[in-house]
């Protein structure tokens, strides 16, 4: 089933070469997307925050191939921070393939993609949001050059259209500050194929938020995310984990109107869990969580109670724990993290971010 709306329906304009930049963020889910059906689509919806300074920065360098070169294969190299990453190759070119109906210029051109990432390469942080994300507004940004008269919309829907394609959370990355990206009747305009910036009213409290990522391990993820996603397949919960998302998302419209955040953080602790209990009891199961996960998490729960600070934690599919709270109370918890939690960080290391507006356009790159 091909989405008519995303094939170009008219011929391009003869452009020689061309070079697009693109910067695009990370996000942290505050309801998770975990199982997916087939061509991407989600199991069940999900809301993130869009973040701010963890960020991948990607160029585009095209140039038409001539008469005499080969029209039916890709032509394209890597280079990431600087130096040529031909082990990635792989995971771009069944990315082109995927989107290859609509985007059938790519083939035409030979191209030339650099990226970099504004957070340490070994973080274990998930690239591939912002890295999907960019890759896909960098491949926009030459399609609106080959097409004329883009608009706005019609870019940024497609946009987060391919970058699902790559990678699925990739799809809220776009926009910000809060996306939804799948289905769910209470969200007006939400859809399976792209995210959508969250449209209803949000409490100030919510505005800058605070996330400071503990890197509890930098190390490479043992299980990726495909194969999690792909555990959901038969998994004995599956159901009613599906169900506790759409629910969770519905009860989140309220509370992120009204900023009551004792409810916002038993959500958000809530979904953090379930992600991890399902990683816990699939078949082959498995964890990702560190001792010192569990560490931190305890620590947050005996600071809260005892400080009534409104601060709480997410995680995603990996060890470390994303904290998230009010900018007003910024200063209280950099110090609770400094006296406290540093210590079960890899290397003392953490990195500060807040909630973005999402994806800029680099002009003249
Ligand atoms: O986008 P993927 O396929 O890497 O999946 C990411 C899934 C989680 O990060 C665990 C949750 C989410 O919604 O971002």
Redesign the pocket.
Known sequence: MYHQEFIPKEAAQNIESGKVSWQSPSNI?LV???GKKENQIPANP?I?FTLDHCKSITSFKFSKKKNSEKKSAFDFEFFFEGKKKADFEPKILKFFERIEVYCPFLRDYKIEIASENSFPHSSGI?S??SGMSALALCIMEMESILFPGTSEKYFKRKASFLARLG????SRSIDGPLVVWGEHRAIEKSSDLYGVTYPYRVHEIFRNYRDTILLVDKGEKTVS??VG?DLMHGHPFAENRFNQANENLEKLIPILENGNITAFIEIVESEALS?HAMMMSSLPYFILMKPNTLEIINRIWEYRNTNKVPVCFTL??GANVHLLYPEKFENQVLEFIKNELVAYCQNGHYICDQVGNGALKIDNP
């Open positions: 889910a998770k997307y975990w999900s993130s998930a591939s949001a990678s699925g959370s990739a995310s495909s996603h992600l995603d599919a």
